[in-house]
């Protein structure tokens, strides 16, 4: 008699229970939503900081092509084989952020698969960095031919225009740092808070 009772009571408890774990699933599942649509604001916003940065980068390396011509061929004379090369190196430059712009485009990004997003910043921090190894080099190349051109020129006063070169270039050098390592910091930001967001979606399916 005493089991005859307490089955149909066991079967409401697991029942009842049932409920409560189907609502708790149901309210973890909109908190997710919630998560995710917070941090694809995130993402955003830090992937428009970065992308702006970008378009300043591009847009101050078309405006040295014509300020150089008349600084270095107008002004001070210098040969048009330098004002080429300067020209080309900040082409090249530009295009090479125009490129990596693309992997922190904001379009689609509160609809856009976070994975994908995420494998687009960690290509866009690689290059970033890659981008050094080329970067430094040509940098101290075309700072060392801008010597020559100053010394050919007037070998008594290029040795005082150098020190201002240099002086130039160590300002532009910590600026750089500063720039590159924040961009770094903010892809980072970017993939980690993805990898947050992708753990509570596995933790929530084991669930």
Request: proline share 1%; net charge positive.
């Amino acid at each position: 008699m005493n089991n005859d009772y307490q089955n149909p009571q066991n079967d409401m408890q697991f029942e009842d229970m049932r409920q409560q774990m189907n609502t708790l699933k149901k309210k973890l599942q909109q908190q997710e939503i919630v998560n995710d649509r917070i941090i694809r604001q995130s993402v955003k916003r830090t992937a428009s900081n970065i992308k702006n940065r970008y378009y300043a980068i591009m847009g101050l390396c078309l405006l040295m092509i014509p300020y150089t011509y008349m600084v270095f061929i107008m002004s001070m004379g210098l040969s048009l084989t330098f004002w080429i090369g300067t020209a080309v190196f900040m082409l090249i430059c530009g295009v090479a952020t125009y490129y990596n712009c693309q992997n922190v485009t904001t379009s689609n990004m509160m609809s856009k698969n976070l994975i994908e997003v995420s494998q687009n910043m960690a290509r866009a921090k690689k290059f970033d960095v890659n981008w050094l190894y080329f970067g430094i080099p040509a940098v101290i190349a075309w700072l060392g031919w801008l010597s020559w051109e100053l010394y050919q020129k007037d070998a008594f006063s290029a040795r005082y225009m150098i020190y201002g070169t240099i002086c130039g270039a160590v300002i532009g050098a910590i600026c750089g740092c500063k720039m590159h390592f924040k961009t770094q910091r903010q892809y980072q930001e970017i993939i980690d808070q993805i990898e947050d967001l992708k753990e509570d979606s596995l933790e929530l399916e084991k669930f």
